[in-house]
T-cell receptor
Framework: DQQVKQNSPSLSVQEGRISILNCDYTNSMFDYFLWYKKYPAEGPTFLIS?????DKNEDGRFTVFLNKSAKHLSLHIVPSQPGDSAVYFC????????????FGPGTRLSVLP | DTGVSQDPRHKITKRGQNVTFRCDPI?????LYWYRQTLGQGPEFLTY????????KSRLLSDRFSAERPKGSFSTLEIQRTEQGDSAMYLC??????????????FGNGTRLTVT
């Protein structure tokens, strides 16, 4: 039972355009959400997070949107750069049940020059 | 901040052998996590320490797996009697304890285990 889903295994975007990565979750107890980026042969690197009390969080080129009623979040990257090409993981945590984070299967983003 | 360090980076072992991995977290982080990642999947939670106390273990952590963090600093993950299904990337992460209860995980570069 996959609690965090990323239904697009891959996404290609032209340099300078917007990249939108999507994530859906099933457990309404999740109250903290994160996005990670992973390059080959490296561990995941934290990008941005959002608490369930907010619906938007912005950090430079990266913005995360949370729609709790739809159990959906998205990561927007504007403008996309070739260095953004990586696998992006969505993760969620649930406060009352401990500190473990549940990750989605990832979306591979390719930014084309 | 030297980051989370994992050793070794790669381990090849024969089925039935025991292996041990080490993780050195960021020095001021008191929370430490082990995750496992297989191809095409996201990291899967294995276990979590706060200081030296192991507070959570996943159902994925069978009896052949054991993790320790004896002095609340580095941690080891041991797999006994390895099986081919144990082949994966083993990731360690750490985070500081904050008043809000949540902080992002900082991952190491992992140990890739191949069981032949």
């Amino acid at each position: 039972d996959q609690q965090v889903k990323q239904n697009s295994p891959s996404l290609s975007v032209q340099e300078g355009r917007i990249s939108i990565l999507n994530c859906d979750y099933t457990n309404s107890m999740f109250d903290y959400f994160l996005w990670y980026k992973k390059y080959p042969a490296e561990g995941p690197t934290f990008l941005i997070s959002i608490s369930s009390i907010k619906d938007k969080n912005e950090d430079g080129r990266f913005t995360v949107f949370l729609n709790k009623s739809a159990k959906h979040l998205s990561l927007h990257i504007v403008p996309s750069q070739p260095g953004d090409s990586a696998v992006y993981f969505c993760a969620a945590a649930r406060g009352n049940y401990g500190q473990n984070f549940v990750f989605g299967p990832g979306t591979r983003l390719s930014v084309l020059p | 901040d030297t980051g989370v360090s994992q050793d070794p980076r790669h381990k090849i072992t024969k089925r039935g052998q025991n292996v041990t991995f080490r993780c050195d977290p960021i020095s001021e982080h008191n929370r430490l996590y082990w995750y496992r990642q297989t191809l095409g999947q996201g990291p899967e939670f294995l276990t979590y320490f706060q200081n030296e106390a192991q507070l959570e273990k996943s159902r994925l952590l069978s009896d052949r797996f054991s993790a320790e963090r004896p002095k609340g600093s580095f941690s080891t993950l041991e797999i006994q009697r390895t099986e081919q299904g144990d082949s994966a990337m083993y990731l360690c992460a750490s985070s500081p304890q904050t008043g809000t209860g949540y902080s992002p995980l900082h991952f190491g570069n992992g140990t890739r285990l191949t069981v032949t």
